[in-house]
């Protein structure tokens, strides 16, 4: 077995007072900075094996500009597209880097200015003298999460709490040692959205920033998060929703102390599992890239089209984003554009022995990571969402009788959509081609 090394590398990435930030409404402008955003950059190599794995503190990348930055990274460090992995912790107290409609335009000026030179940043450093790891891994519980899709007492889903909801509690950290056994980074794996602070006016990493601060005081190391099945999940605020809220003249707003708070309860948890850790050892780099088919459904016929546009004036959010969706339908069928069996994405695979990191265009629901990791029993699966650009939720079969905000997005955020039981699909679509990667000698 070659020595498994590592080089990490760390830039900043704040926008300037001022951005959009992204996530709620696109007339959010943050006031000031409470924590600055970073790229963190985990660069592993083993023999000819390498894979550059980047985590920003950004709320998602969109499909075109997550392949300029790839890129360009690739370019910058002499690597190949596919040895470029950029994942999104999907704070929602961010610049625009996703440019959905009806959430506003992708910032243009911060991409260029602020966000490309940082990941080339980080991509160098990381790079520039890897040593060689041993890797530790502990497993506990947290309760920092809850399944989001609240059903109200109209019979309505909206995003609260639901504690009988599907939800995944554990939490991971995954621990690297140098030669002389000092800790040289750590890595959290945990599915929660970013949207403890609220629609607030602060720049921050939201919560899962101050759990990583806390890690990197305790071990004296950089401590990167990769955010996990985030699709039907949300923070577990103590105000019963998933988003922090407080009234300042009459109005509701956000409020960044329960991002506080609930980042101090994730370190909590995040420490004393990395307390825990006690079996270091020399593990074995895989790397691969599957692709996964989803099904599709036709699109809505032109009629239907033309009588819902009717009848939706759009808006912002998910009504600017169905009113672009029923135009986009009647352009196609206008211009006779033909329907597609299905859609392929491209699913990026990194293992560090059994461990196995798999990254997903997708907000991931919960049941779909835990039945990933149940038909795996040869692999410790971490299911990470917002890997490599963003092609919205992707919920399970079950949820699309009730509706909600998800299955809104999972509808109207593509031409076509996919088929009711495309979470199938993706679930055993995605094992295979694992297991294909890491079965591989």
């Known amino acids: 077995m070659k020595d498994l090394k590592l080089g990490v590398g760390r830039s900043v990435i704040t926008p300037e007072v001022g951005c959009h930030l992204c996530g709620y409404r696109p007339d959010i402008l943050s006031e000031s900075v409470a924590d600055d955003l970073t790229a963190t950059a985990l660069y592993f190599r083993q023999g000819e094996r390498q894979v550059l794995l980047v985590s920003l503190t950004i709320t998602t990348l969109n499909n075109e500009l997550c392949e300029l930055l790839r890129t360009e990274a690739a370019k910058a460090a002499g690597l190949a597209k596919s040895e470029v992995i950029l994942h999104a ?25 602020i966000l490309l030179p940082g990941l080339i940043s980080a991509a160098k450093e990381a790079m520039t003298a890897p040593v060689p790891v041993t890797v530790g891994v502990g497993v506990g519980e947290s309760d920092v999460a809850v399944n989001r899709r609240q059903l109200t007492a109209k019979n309505e889903i909206a995003l609260g709490q639901n504690p009988w909801g599907p939800i995944d509690r554990r939490m991971t950290v995954v621990t690297f040692q140098n030669e002389e056994g000092n800790c040289i980074a750590n890595l959290i794996h945990y599915g929660c959205h970013g949207t403890a602070a609220g629609i607030n006016r602060e720049i921050t990493r939201d919560w899962s920033g101050y759990m990583c601060d806390a890690l990197e005081r305790e071990s004296g190391a950089v401590a990167v998060f990769f955010n996990g099945c985030i699709g039907d999940t949300g923070p577990r605020i103590t105000n019963g929703g998933t988003a922090g809220e407080k009234r300042v003249d009459g109005k509701i707003c956000g409020d960044i102390t329960y991002a506080a708070q609930l980042g101090q309860a994730a370190a909590r948890d995040a420490v004393s599992i990395w307390r825990g850790i006690w079996d270091v050892h020399p593990v074995d780099l895989k790397i691969g890239t599957g692709r996964v088919s989803i099904p599709l459904k036709a699109k809505t016929d032109l009629e239907t089209a033309k009588a819902m546009l009717q009848e939706r004036a759009g808006g912002i959010n998910v009504s600017g984003l169905r009113r672009h969706h029923l135009e986009k339908v009647i352009e196609a069928h206008e211009a006779g554009i033909p329907d597609e069996k299905e859609f392929v994405f491209e699913l990026p695979v990194i293992a560090l022995g059994n461990l196995v990191l798999a990254g997903f265009p997708y907000e991931v629901f919960s ?26 939720y992707f919920v399970t079969e079950d949820v699309l009788c009730r509706g909600g905000y998800e299955v809104n997005m999972f509808y109207y955020d593509r031409l076509q959509p996919y088929v009711d039981n495309a979470d199938f699909a993706l679930v055993r679509g995605s094992v295979d081609g694992i297991r294909k990667i890491i079965s591989e000698d």
């Open 89 to 113: 912790t999907h704070t929602h107290s961010g610049p625009n880097t996703d440019g959905t409609v009806g959430w506003g335009v992708v910032d243009e000026a911060y991409r260029d200015e």
């Open 367 to 392: 049941e779909s990571g835990l039945r990933m990791d149940r038909m795996l029993p040869e692999a410790k699966l971490l299911t990470v969402s917002c890997v490599n650009g963003r092609h919205g």
